[in-house]
């Protein structure tokens, strides 16, 4: 009797650990399977000599985002774009928003509000950025983070 239920207990261990390897390797085809969104940006804050008027764009600060983004994944990003935020030296938040991995003038003066439509970036794919988002005050610090789902 003690030598069948040794057999049954090591069938066992051998099913557990057949079961687990195979969830272990799904699991990371499931990841390749996924996007991966690598950016190279160049960030520049580009202010306005003249002084700040609500009614002339000429006078309006802009963050300007050149650059690449890259799906390096073997999935498809959808609704890709980038989520920008920037704040002042005071710390006030000046710019907190998501636009398209595209051409595009957005903020004050531009597309304000949002949200705006997100494109799909296959994978491999190289998508152009050349963003301006307009705002008050100087964006002292930034942080620019690419979104999508897979």
Excluded: R
Excluded at 11 to 34: D, P, R, T
Excluded at 91 to 119: H, R, S, W
Excluded at 135 to 143: E, N, V
Aim: aromatic residues 6%.
């Amino acid at each position: 009797m003690n030598k069948k239920i040794l057999v049954a207990v090591s069938v066992l261990c051998v099913a557990i650990i057949i079961a687990g390897i195979i969830f272990y390797y799904n699991s990371q085809i499931a990841n390749l399977k996924k996007a991966d969104l690598v950016t190279d940006l160049s960030i520049s804050e580009i202010t306005s000599d003249l002084p700040y008027d609500a009614n002339d764009p000429n006078t309006y600060n802009h963050l300007l985002i050149t650059g690449t983004v890259t799906n390096m994944g073997l999935g498809t990003a959808h609704n890709a774009g980038l989520h920008v935020v920037a704040v002042d030296a005071t710390g006030e938040k000046v710019i907190d928003m998501t636009v398209p991995i595209a051409a595009g003038t957005y903020g004050l003066g531009g597309n304000q509000g949002g949200p705006f439509t997100l494109n799909d970036l296959p994978s491999k794919e190289i998508g152009q950025v050349d963003v301006a988002i307009y705002h008050k005050s100087i964006a002292a610090t930034w942080t620019i983070t690419p979104v999508w789902t897979n």
